[in-house]
């Protein structure tokens, strides 16, 4: 993984300012520590964490330290590495059983699997990236490239589109004016991709992206506002040979509006 940008450090850590917070920016700094990790990583020292955080070797070991004591890491004498902890389970667990749309929906996702034999996630957004919150699959699949936990970007995929179309007006200005700052010269590209994804949901309730992220994805998106306002989005998609844009406008398209509509119903 790249280093994280001095942009991305200081969107994350640096928006506070003033002596009177710097126990948040600790906290901000703390937290930051922890999204380094990614999946497959077994462990990371104190250095790697330094390099991919920005911050001072110094500062990480008093970070890293802390984190332990607290049960967020887990430190291995053998490797002289650290781990995530447990408390991060506990962390997750608590996220997902506090969401009872996620729960609610499984059902209808599981159905979209099984009828288009693709994988669908349920997403929220993270900064400038979605997570999957949930991911189904029809019996029989192989597993998912990304599954639950995966992040992907908010402004070239099909999720990050939908869910930026579903914020209120002002909530969405903002957020672009974030994608725009992160996206330096490629921001008319970006732009004029989140117009079309634009222009699509509000005509047919929802949008594709063939290639924009990745080469080998088809990706077809769908907002969902739930009653109590909480924003989020749902993606079917999967690579080209089981997807093909004709398929994503015809077929899997309608289908998923449909879906996400339902589900947005229901939280009521």
Same mark, same amino acid.
């Given at each position: 993984?790249?280093?994280?940008?001095?942009?991305?450090? !200081? @969107?994350?850590?640096?928006?506070?300012?003033?002596?009177?917070?710097?126990?948040?920016?600790?906290?901000?700094?703390?937290?930051?520590?922890?999204?380094?990790?990614?999946?497959?990583? $077994?462990?990371?020292? $104190? @250095?790697?964490? @330094?390099?991919?955080?920005? *911050?001072?070797?110094? %500062?990480? #070991?008093?970070?890293?330290?802390?984190? %332990?004591? &607290?049960?967020? &890491?887990?430190?291995?004498?053998?490797?002289?590495?650290?781990?995530? /902890?447990?408390?991060?389970?506990?962390?997750?667990?608590?996220?997902?059983?506090?969401?009872?749309?996620? =729960?609610?929906?499984?059902?209808?996702?599981?159905?979209?699997?099984?009828?288009?034999?693709?994988?669908?996630?349920?997403?929220?957004?993270?900064?400038?990236?979605? =997570?999957? =919150?949930?991911?189904?699959r029809h019996a029989g699949a192989?597993?998912?490239?990304?599954? *639950?936990? @995966?992040?992907?970007? *908010?402004? %070239?995929?099909?999720?990050?589109?939908?869910? &930026?179309?579903?914020?209120?007006?002002a909530n969405r200005k903002g957020?672009?004016?974030?994608?725009?700052?992160?996206? /330096? !010269?490629?921001?008319?590209?970006?732009?004029?991709?989140?117009?079309?994804?634009?222009? #699509?949901?509000?005509?047919?309730?929802?949008?594709?992206?063939?290639?924009?992220?990745? +080469?080998?994805?088809?990706?077809?998106?769908?907002?969902?506002?739930?009653?109590?306002?909480?924003?989020?989005?749902? $993606?079917?998609?999967?690579?080209?040979?089981?997807? #093909?844009?004709?398929?994503?406008?015809?077929e899997v398209g309608p289908k998923?509006?449909?879906? +996400?509509?339902?589900?947005?119903? $229901?939280? =009521?």
């Open positions: 993984m790249a280093r994280i940008s001095p942009q991305q450090r !200081k @969107a994350e850590t640096d928006q506070l300012e003033g002596e009177e917070t710097y126990a948040v920016q600790g906290l901000a700094r703390g937290l930051l520590v922890l999204r380094v990790f990614r999946p497959g990583e $077994n462990a990371l020292s $104190n @250095a790697e964490l @330094a390099e991919r955080t920005g *911050l001072p070797r110094p %500062t990480v #070991s008093r970070l890293t330290e802390t984190l %332990t004591a &607290l049960g967020y &890491l887990a430190y291995v004498p053998r490797l002289g590495r650290y781990t995530l /902890g447990a408390a991060v389970v506990a962390l997750c667990h608590s996220l997902l059983a506090g969401m009872p749309y996620r =729960i609610a929906a499984r059902p209808m996702l599981q159905d979209l699997a099984d009828s288009t034999r693709l994988p669908v996630s349920l997403g929220a957004r993270d900064q400038l990236h979605m =997570i999957n =919150i949930d991911t189904v192989t597993p998912a490239r990304f599954d *639950l936990g @995966a992040r992907i970007p *908010l402004a %070239t995929t099909a999720m990050g589109r939908a869910y &930026l179309y579903g914020l209120s007006e957020l672009l004016e974030r994608v725009r700052q992160h996206s /330096g !010269k490629a921001w008319r590209s970006v732009r004029s991709g989140l117009d079309h994804a634009f222009e #699509s949901l509000e005509r047919r309730g929802f949008c594709v992206s063939a290639g924009e992220w990745r +080469a080998d994805v088809v990706g077809v998106g769908a907002p969902i506002v739930t009653a109590d306002g909480v924003v989020l989005a749902v $993606n079917c998609g999967g690579p080209p040979f089981e997807i #093909s844009l004709r398929r994503a406008e015809q998923l509006a449909h879906v +996400a509509a339902v589900i947005a119903g $229901n939280s =009521i």
